[in-house]
């Protein structure tokens, strides 16, 4: 029924909305495989030669893949519905780059964030939409706000570490001619703001709780198999991680059952 609402929408979109499907899905497709979030991701089936470094490639194939591609392909298939989250989520992640290049001492990182801020310029344009909107029906929602609350700590803590790694780890990994570590400290705060989003309910909110949740247990659960590697944490840690993901899809979705209806964005 899902697969026939999406195909009956694209036959009635507009001009204008095809050619924003096919933006979204072109960009997707360079951001999930052409700079290498998806190979990265599957690093742990590439030999034992990239096992050292599995977290470093796992960190930088859940950013670009889980949060970057993810609501680019999303915003190909049902635009209507998710464009506001869609927009915020890859603008936020730009914006955790960015973070992440400065306490790394990294300006070649600022490229990466300039070229998330320009994909969501060029979408934005198309749809006619700003990643901005969603801040309208944004609202506090105590459940997961809390949750999110409860990670601040951790994330920052994790992405100071990563930051300040840059440059003088033994082990590293490079893409593109791009350190991993950046990358690796904007996870963590990537996530925190995307969780943030998601727990306000805008519109297409669950695309940020799933993009969020999913990548943060990803990353628990390959740090609970390789808690020894660089860029893991402890198991403990990972446990924490993992049932935090949980939690907070889970009261993402009861607080969206038992809060008010959820206001839409009316466009002209």
Do not use: K, N
């Amino acid at each position: 029924m899902a697969m026939a609402d999406a195909v009956a929408e694209v036959a009635a979109s507009s001009p204008g909305q095809s050619w924003l499907r096919i933006a979204a899905a072109l960009l997707g497709l360079f951001w999930g495989f052409f700079f290498y979030g998806l190979i990265d991701l599957l690093a742990f089936a590439q030999g034992e030669q990239f096992h050292a470094a599995l977290l470093l490639s796992t960190g930088w194939g859940l950013v670009f893949l889980f949060l970057v591609a993810a609501p680019l392909v999303a915003l190909s298939v049902r635009a209507s519905a998710v464009s506001p989250s869609a927009l915020a989520q890859v603008a936020l992640v730009g914006a955790a780059v960015a973070a992440a290049a400065a306490l790394s001492s990294s300006p070649r990182h600022l490229f990466v964030s300039a070229g998330l801020i320009a994909t969501v310029a060029v979408l934005a344009f198309l749809a006619r939409d700003q990643p901005w909107d969603v801040v309208r029906t944004w609202r506090w929602s105590t459940a997961p706000g809390a949750l999110v609350i409860l990670a601040v700590a951790p994330c920052c803590a994790y992405a100071w570490t990563s930051a300040r790694t840059t440059g003088g780890a033994q082990l590293t990994d490079d893409t593109w001619g791009l350190d991993h570590w950046p990358v690796q400290a904007a996870l963590p705060l990537a996530l925190l703001l995307i969780s943030a989003l998601a727990a306000g309910h805008p519109p297409g909110w669950r695309l940020p709780t799933w993009s969020a949740g999913t990548a943060a247990a990803w990353l628990a659960a390959v740090c609970w198999l390789e808690p020894h590697l660089v860029a893991s944490v402890s198991r403990p840690w990972a446990a924490i991680t993992l049932l935090w993901s949980a939690a907070f899809i889970t009261a993402t979705y009861l607080s969206a059952r038992e809060g008010a209806p959820i206001r839409t964005i009316t466009r002209r």
